[in-house]
């Protein structure tokens, strides 16, 4: 299995540049993508395949910041379990309960839907910078994979509400 | 300079050495041919002219066909056995078909997918679609003068994987090799992206005649990268004819009509339907019962309030495409229109509403999605011109899944993910000693199993006796370039295994593709033969070509012993191309590309190392 971020020339760190990703993504997609190999014997067109799910999974992963992040933390031996709750602080469980009562609350409410996806963004926003110290600067995997696990719930979440905006929308 | 073929694969060696290909646009009205000649691509013509083939097939009692417009023009007087819209039943059971087509035709279940009765006995989808194709292939072929090396076929965006099967079987069954199975929005990207030099977010709004596809793609420097598509597959230019059909058969008389009159009553509302594109009346002269024709004059307002429900249905996968991607209509650069339904002024006029512009029909609605896949075929088929140099992203419509305890769906690969795509997931056992696992591959959003689409069932046998819990079986999805799936499953701990490509709920298998070949041929025994044999020459000549280029380029990726082997491999192929035996050569080429596998794969690994080194310094912003 090749690394992602050596795929793509990048450093392995959780701070990347996108616009330097999405270049080399493309690179390596015109080397090996199967629409390049088409008339090319069997064999061959069968690794452009396997190389290109190779650097679209790579891509996807680290084009996300929480999955580049589990990704990162995976190579450093922490696998999260997106399962369990255990580790997770008291208060943000707590607060993961309040996050639920509103949304189940606003279900009918686009615009209440609206602003809760609006808040959830900011808390991320807000989380995500706090992952980065301690990925990159301070490392504490301790402190980032309950970032990361926190980060996990409120894509859920945000997704939940999607889906309900989506669901008014028909 | 070693490494130029290579890095550049798709590279023609000699631009005289232009292999012949096309784009073929398989519509459910209309299909086109269409190909790159001089640089320049185009439509080609049948022999009256015209490059329109209504995608009509007609069968006779001894099993000869008609396709195209004469087939057209006997609708009326053979209902029954002239099929119109067959692309409304690929890859589909009796119980997914629409209602106009169970009413126009005889439609048998057979258990998997739904037949045709005709005069001729059953025919499948298939059967039927690979008759267009055979028409279309014997035009590139005549006009082109020699055989094709392959073919491009368009197949709609929201084609689900039992669909795009039941496409990619009917061309190998009209004997087309498919270079790959590429989706109509993304072909009339291509084709607006290269003629117009386009870069930015554009959308393209593909109303078929019976299918309806939305697509969003970003184009920059040379990619084509969809975002999101979504769409219908089942809702087209036939739902409006149908509407309209219904309400003048209601004004007329409401009197139950025989086949031959509700089909020239179903001929006329599109008819009307077609002159109201133009004017604002129409007098629609419908038949009823006996001999009777009755005038009944058609307003354009008329025919749009009682379509506009139609027209709405279109604008909630827009939304959701929208949604899918994260984008505002106003991040839409351009809406493109795509397919003969476009041509309806509320169509155009919906949507100019929605996203505040007026839409992009600069090229024929009707022609752009097979000039887009006759350059695409171009570049599949290695004629690609140094500059000439693209790259076409494309996604999967539909999630892929499992069914689960419970009858709900468990998504293994989300909708719009870019394709080539593979996923594993870890599943266990949930009874002691338990020694198999049923596998039921789902295709579909919904939550339930009951409201996706059945793909495939499968079981993984011999699993060893273990605790509830204690094996560890890993599915592995892949969906390939053509966005066609394979499903594999193993047991981590024991490697017991099985594997399934998707085909057999709705496909053929390859026995019957084969068997339905040689029936096909069997008045020309000979020429299938001969064709075959010519195919595997040509085949095992690149291959032999390729691999010793290889060899020559990058032997130090291979040791003594390796090179030895795949030497030995060569000289067998080169003795079974002395004889004439077609399966013998076949068998070589397999064996050849067995022992190259590896070595392929290390080539292209080294090639990619060298490139990326190469090119980051200069190349990349900062």
């Given at each position: 299995m090749h690394e992602y971020f050596s795929l793509f020339g990048l450093a392995e760190r959780f701070t990347i540049d996108p616009a330097q990703l999405d270049v080399a993504y493309r690179q390596v997609q015109a080397q090996v993508h199967p629409d390049r190999f088409a008339h090319r014997p069997e064999a061959e067109r069968r690794v452009a395949m396997q190389w290109a799910t190779l650097a679209n999974e790579a891509f996807r992963t680290l084009k996300n910041p929480l999955a580049r992040a589990r990704y990162l933390l995976g190579r450093r031996g922490v696998e999260i379990d997106a399962d369990r709750n255990n580790g997770m602080s008291h208060a943000f469980l707590m607060q993961q309960m309040e996050w639920r009562e509103a949304v189940e609350d606003s279900m009918a409410n686009p615009d209440a839907l609206q602003r809760l996806e609006r808040d959830l963004a900011r808390d991320e926003r807000v989380m995500l910078d706090d992952l980065k110290h301690t990925l990159d600067v301070e490392v504490d995997l301790t402190q980032a994979s309950e970032l990361v696990r926190r980060l996990m719930f409120m894509e859920k979440l945000r997704r939940e509400i999607d889906e309900a905006l989506a669901q008014l929308e028909t | 300079m070693a490494l130029l073929q290579l890095s550049e694969p798709g590279e023609s060696p000699d631009p005289h050495q232009q292999r012949l290909a096309v784009g073929i646009d398989l519509g459910t009205t209309n299909s086109l041919v269409a190909t790159v000649r001089n640089s320049i691509a185009e439509c080609?013509?049948?022999?009256?002219?015209?490059?329109?083939?209504?995608?009509?097939?007609?069968?006779?009692?001894?099993?000869?066909?008609?396709v195209g417009q004469a087939a057209l023009a006997a609708q009326t007087i053979d209902p029954r056995n002239t099929i119109a819209s067959i692309k409304r039943l690929m890859g589909r059971g009796l119980a997914d078909t629409d209602a106009g087509m169970r009413s126009r035709y005889d439609l048998v279940d057979t258990g998997d997918m739904v037949r045709v009765n005709t005069v001729a006995g059953l025919r499948t989808p298939v059967e039927i679609s690979a008759e267009i194709l055979k028409v279309l292939r014997e035009r590139a072929e005549a006009t082109l003068g020699d055989e094709l090396v392959g073919a491009v076929i368009t197949v709609p965006a929201y084609f689900d994987d039992a669909q795009r099967q039941a496409t990619k079987d009917a061309a190998r069954l009209a004997g087309l090799n498919v270079l790959r199975l590429l989706n109509e929005p993304t072909a009339a990207a291509i084709a607006y992206g290269l003629d117009e030099g386009a870069e930015g977010i554009y959308a393209v709004y593909d109303l078929g005649g019976g299918t309806f596809d939305f697509s969003i793609l970003r184009l920059s420097r040379g990619v084509f990268e969809v975002m999101a598509t979504s769409g219908d597959s089942s809702?087209?230019?036939?739902?409006?004819?149908?509407?309209?059909?219904?309400?003048?058969?209601?004004?007329?008389?409401?009197?139950?009509?025989?086949?031959?009159?509700s089909r020239a009553l179903l001929v006329e509302a599109r008819r009307v339907k077609e002159a109201l594109t133009e004017n604002a009346l129409c007098v629609a002269r419908v038949p009823v019962a006996a001999d009777g024709i009755k005038d009944i004059?058609?307003?354009?307002?008329?025919?749009?309030?009682?379509?506009?429900?139609?027209?709405?249905?279109?604008?909630?996968?827009?939304?959701k495409a929208l949604r899918d991607a994260a984008l505002k209509v106003d991040d839409i650069q351009a809406v493109v229109m795509v397919g003969g339904a476009t041509r309806m002024p509320h169509v155009r006029s919906a949507v100019a509403a929605l996203f505040g512009r007026e839409p992009n029909i600069d090229i024929d609605p009707e022609k752009v999605?097979?000039?887009?896949?006759?350059?695409?075929?171009?570049?599949?088929?290695?004629?690609?011109?140094?500059?000439?140099?693209?790259l076409l992203l494309d996604v999967i419509p539909l999630s892929l899944g499992l069914e689960m305890m419970g009858g709900l769906t468990e998504k293994i690969i989300t909708r719009n993910s870019t394709i080539p795509v593979s996923k594993a997931q870890d599943f266990t056992t949930y009874k002691d000693g338990q020694s198999a696992m049923a596998i039921h591959v789902v295709q579909g959003e919904r939550e339930l199993v009951a409201d996706c689409r059945s793909l495939a069932r499968f079981e993984l046998r011999g699993i060893p006796p273990m605790p509830?819990?204690?094996?560890?079986?890993?599915?592995?999805?892949?969906?390939?370039?053509?966005?066609?799936?394979?499903?594999?499953?193993?047991?981590q701990t024991t490697g017991v295994e099985a594997h399934v490509s998707v085909k057999p709920s709705y496909g053929l298998s390859d026995e019957e593709i084969t068997g339905m070949l040689k029936s096909g041929f069997e008045h020309a025994a000979n020429d299938m033969q001969a064709r075959s044999l010519r195919e595997q020459q040509v085949e095992a000549g690149r291959l032999i070509d390729a691999t010793e280029q290889a060899i020559k380029e990058d032997a130090d990726l291979l040791s003594a012993t390796e090179q030895a082997s795949v030497l030995a491999e060569i000289e067998r192929v080169r003795l079974l191309l002395q004889g004439l035996d077609h399966l013998a050569i076949k068998a070589g080429i397999d064996a050849l590309s067995a022992k190259t596998g590896d070595f392929a794969a290390r080539r292209m690994d080294k090639a990619i190392r060298l490139a990326l080194t190469g090119s980051r310094i200069d190349k990349l912003p900062l």
């Open positions: - | 080609l013509p049948a022999e009256d002219g015209g490059v329109i083939l209504p995608s009509v097939v007609r069968y006779y009692k001894d099993g000869h066909t008609v809702l087209g230019g036939d739902d409006f004819d149908e509407a309209l059909a219904d309400w003048l058969h209601k004004k007329a008389s409401g009197v139950d009509l025989d086949c031959s009159k004059p058609v307003s354009v307002e008329e025919f749009h309030e009682l379509t506009r429900k139609l027209v709405e249905r279109s604008l909630s996968p827009v939304k999605v097979a000039i887009g896949a006759a350059t695409q075929a171009n570049i599949l088929a290695g004629n690609r011109r140094a500059g000439e140099d693209w509830a819990g204690g094996a560890r079986i890993r599915v592995t999805f892949q969906v390939d370039a053509d966005g066609l799936l394979a499903v594999s499953a193993r047991e």
